[in-house]
């Protein structure tokens, strides 16, 4: 097997990119390191040799800092591996350094156009492990890196990559009162922003659709607040519903179909889904308690939510169409922003206790649980697409930042943005 | 109205948010008495005071008192908020040309999207009493602004007390 399924759509969305493997007969399905085992895992010491070819060093340098960031791969500085990407690389000098792993590769341009090949190398066996090349406009040079490092993550953990993602999040500047807030778009690795909103008007809780190309989020205007649709790339807004009062809250579905809100009426807020073709609405709750913060689970079939119904903020899940709830939140304190894994296999939440706002994950039958982040104010986890991390925000120092860190908490990295911020949105991978 | 009875009035909306745990930081600093509570600016204002005509948005906010507060994640109107209540309705039905708004605030202890129904229930909890004393329900509209629209920016008590809200906004030019 190779990655040229995904390539393929990365294919339409760089405008042309064409991905050739390098290598025949490798098994996708290896896994170097379990991830699935627990956080009591070493990570696996990988050698980036220095790329050959105009833009190879930057492409290599992108690749080494998306690695330690990566909390599964530890980049290691090796002597001389050799600079030819054809040929098997030094594998003395890698051992030498306890690399596992060597990364070798090439990037430069001709005819307008920006070749990059990498090829993995096992140390242990001397073998190539994965190779591919890509060719595709110069202006991808950072997403080819993005994608080459996906790849690599891929193979060595046996688990989908993160790099090649972007953030939707909340621009905040401006006194706290007052705050401005723009929605505000970026690559995950801080490139590429965007402001989507001028400021003019409050915005949050920007949610990416499952293709990456719209988002909902709550917007302050003239009327009630609403929950309105938005297209990255044409800019084109509308509201979504009609509602007799204030929607906020809203999430796709896995499959975009639908968009599953709170609608605050009478003191209560219940949870509604509407769908976006027929434009029917479906009233999933009726507790007269604050139900808020759904999230679909992978496969479409429940939603878990939080509600004060018994009294405090805890966690419940429902079947998608509504009816019955089972608490699944019994620990110490109030646990609030449910957010189903891509994977299935954990809900990530925030929790209110006497220590501040913690971030952590259980399973969706409410064992396991563990926290990842504490403090004062912790709040509003995304998962990376590979349910291996979540980004949150967190409030410290006159503002909000945006953090991430992985499901065992054992690393924890500020993610770049231009000033305060809050709500992220992690997108899908968008190859 | 002279002005040594508007500072009598303000001393007693100080010395009521004192009993409730809500006192600021410097007991003179009006500044999270002045205004919307959604921070809008050129509504009453204790440097105001002395302009205040009767019936007019700067009596209302001056010598009513535009907001009453809340315990932590309760929407319950105490003792003190009722008391406000009732004289913002008597001074509502007095000057029934008004229509308004009231804007439901929480602290920033809660999540967002809690407390943007947290604030809703605060603000219809305080345009139920507000009905219950004679006032138009037509003439009320509610907004929250859950955790976005803090009067007071400090990380302690003293802040969140008085970010804890409902605050009644006059339409002006009524």
Redesign the interface.
Known sequence: MTFAPTRRHAAALLGGLAAVPLIRGASFAERYIDVRGGGDFKPVNVAVAPFGGDSGASMSTIIVNNFKRSVFLNPVEAGDLGGNPDAAPNLAAARAVNAQFVVTGRSGRGEGRMKTEFRLWDVGSGAQAAGQQYVTDPNNARRVAHIVSDAIFSKITGEKGFFDTRVAFVDESG?????R?RLSIMDLDGASLRHLTRGDD?V??PRFSPNSQELTY?AFGSE??RVFLLNIDTGQREVVGNFPG?T??PRFSPDGQRVVM?L?Q????NLYSMDLRTRATTRLTDSGA?D??PSYSPDGSKIAF?S?RGG??QIYVMGAGGGGANRISFGQGRY??PVWSPKGDYIAF?R?GSGG?AIGVMKPDGSGERILAEG??N??PSWAPNGLFVMFFR?GGGGPKLFMVDIFGRGEFPVTTPGFA??PSWSPLLG | MNISMHQLKLAGVIAVAVALGACSKNPTDLDGLNGSGAGRSGVGGVGAAGAASPGSTQDFVVNVGDRIFFDSDSSEINGSGQATLDKQARWLNQYASYAFTVEGHADERGTREYNFALGARRAEATKNYLISRGVSAARIKTISYGKERPVAVCDDISCWSQNRRAVTVLKPGA
């Open positions: 006194p706290r009162e007052n705050r807030k409050l949050v809780t709550m009630d607040p204030m906020f809250s709170s605050s009478a003191g209560a807020a604050i808020t913060s939080e004060d405090t903020q609030s922003t925030t209110q706002f004062f104010h709040e509003g409030n809050s709500d």
